[in-house]
């Protein structure tokens, strides 16, 4: 009876052991299937994540340099239509064009102008005028010795040594392009000329020999620059032809008398560019 009980017993324990053993390796697999938030790697939302690790097609160099001329292109273009804000003074501010220092100012009142656009002034009376031409021919007198005519260059010295204005810079042998992409920039363009060639119906005819102008816009369907020409008093916004225009530019020489009639078609070509 004693053997009995113990073969019993050992059945008995044997039999729990194996039923525990088989919970305990059914909460194991449990265990090792429930997902950890901290671990679990993300599901990409795209179809094929094989092709979400292939690189993007990159623009091609051809693409990219077409893209980028088309950027300079648009920003150094001429086809703009340009048109400044810039107060008209005519060089003989009432009228007195008897005078030869007025009938000779049209340097003068085109740097009057155009320093009255870099100050921001909407306008300038005709006696403030006066006075400002006035006293530009006083210290180019006593500076250069003469105020009849002064070119680009005696121009640029009284910009920057009688305004102390710096941003001016003078230029020969000019194309007409190089206007127009000044023009582009937002400046003034201040050109000499060959008065008569201009052909103005408001100058006393035939018109002068030296002259200076202020470009101050530029309209490319017309094909025009506008002007303010201070050698009429209907010179305010003054459009001329851009080839006549160009065509009479003259670099003529500075001095205390008009020089004598320039040969068509051999007339050096100068500006002034100015920014503010």
Not at 45 to 63: G, L
Not at 260 to 270: E, N
């Amino acid at each position: 009876m004693k053997i009995k009980k113990k073969i019993w017993y050992l059945i008995f324990v044997t039999l729990v052991f194996l039923i525990a053993s088989s919970f305990f390796v059914v909460f194991l697999k449990k265990q090792n299937q429930t997902p950890n938030d901290s671990s679990q790697p993300q599901i990409s939302n795209v179809a094929n994540p094989a092709a979400a690790e292939q690189p993007q097609p990159i623009q091609s160099a051809a693409t990219e340099f077409q893209s980028a001329s088309a950027t300079i292109k648009n920003i150094s273009s001429t086809d703009r239509k340009i048109l400044q804000t810039v107060p008209f003074v005519v060089q003989a501010p009432f009228s007195n064009w008897k005078d030869p220092n007025f009938q000779n100012a049209c340097e003068e009142a085109s740097m009057v102008m155009t320093m009255g656009w870099v100050k921001k002034e909407k306008t300038i009376s005709p006696t403030e005028a006066q006075k400002r031409i006035s006293a530009l021919i006083d210290w180019e007198n006593k500076t250069f010795g003469y105020s009849t005519d002064t070119n680009t260059f005696d121009m640029e010295k009284v910009f920057q040594q009688y305004f102390k204005h710096e941003n001016v810079v003078a230029k020969e042998n000019i194309t007409l392009e190089e206007i127009k992409t000044e023009i582009q920039k937002g400046r003034l363009v201040i050109v000499p000329a060959f008065g008569m060639a201009l052909k103005n119906p408001n100058f006393t005819q035939p018109g002068p020999v030296a002259h200076m102008l202020t470009i101050i816009g530029y309209d490319p369907e017309a094909k025009k620059f506008t002007t303010n020409d201070p050698g009429t008093k209907n010179g305010a916004s003054y459009q001329y032809d851009e080839t006549l225009l160009f065509d009479a530019i003259w670099e003529y020489p500075s001095g205390k008398t008009d020089p004598a009639l320039p040969t068509l078609g051999k007339m050096k070509k100068a500006m002034l560019s100015i920014s503010k």
